[in-house]
């Protein structure tokens, strides 16, 4: 509970001190910029290449992650949508049964099923947690990899590699926002990516609040 209050506290205040910081500016601009056409085209050009060289050199700060399954929620997979959820497992099976069609299957016999097989040596210990049934895992080296929304390698080379600063910034503002709204993936964002964010953008925001130019701020 205090967690959330915290929270609300902080938002409150942030709030307050965005809204206290453009009333400022603009008060700035009603004596100032506003007074003639050339200075409100020049802070706009500022405005813009500001926000650019933000956008296009924050990102190359942020290091290069990979899109493994230690990004999602394994403990709770109820926050997931479906196609998620099979990222991390393919159901699960009565324990009892699983034994009985991988007794005598091989990798080259029955693929499938020896790979089953591999399963309940690994989570033997754990069958009673999930009441006598097994999950079947997507643990195969092939498949180690999971599918980001969103995702944007930028700078990163690496064919399972994304960026977690230009997803933000370099996906659009819309796309920012849903990345940031995502469930299920809750490491998939670093905290000194998320601090820096919304600090940088924070600022941006609200020097951009009552340019002479028509933009939205949460999907310029």
């Known amino acids: 509970m205090l967690f959330y209050a915290g929270i609300a506290i902080i938002g409150g205040w942030m709030g307050a001190l965005f809204n206290h910081i453009v009333e400022h500016w603009n008060h700035i601009r009603g004596h100032h910029t506003n007074k003639h ?43 997931l949508n479906e196609k998620d959820i099979f990222q991390l497992s393919h159901g699960n099976i009565d324990h009892s049964y699983a034994r009985l069609i991988t007794a005598n299957a091989t990798n080259t016999s029955n693929y499938e099923a020896w790979k089953l097989g591999k399963v309940l040596e690994l989570e033997s210990g754990d069958v009673g947690k999930h009441d006598g049934h097994i999950m079947l895992d997507n643990f195969d080296t092939n498949d180690k990899y999971i599918h980001l929304h969103y995702e944007h390698a930028y700078t990163c080379t690496g064919g399972h590699d994304f960026n977690d600063m230009a997803m933000l910034w370099l996906n659009g503002g819309v796309k920012g926002v849903k990345v940031l709204l995502q469930r299920g993936f809750p490491h998939m964002l670093s905290p000194l990516t998320l601090g820096l964010f919304c600090v940088v953008y924070f600022i941006l925001a609200a020097l951009t609040a009552g340019a002479s130019v028509p933009a939205g701020l949460v999907v310029r």
């Open 37 to 79: 056409g050339w200075m409100r085209v020049l802070e706009v050009f500022l405005l813009a290449t500001v926000t650019g060289t933000v956008v296009i050199f924050l990102p190359m700060l942020s290091n290069c992650r990979i899109q493994d399954r230690s990004l999602m929620l394994r403990d709770s997979a109820g926050c």
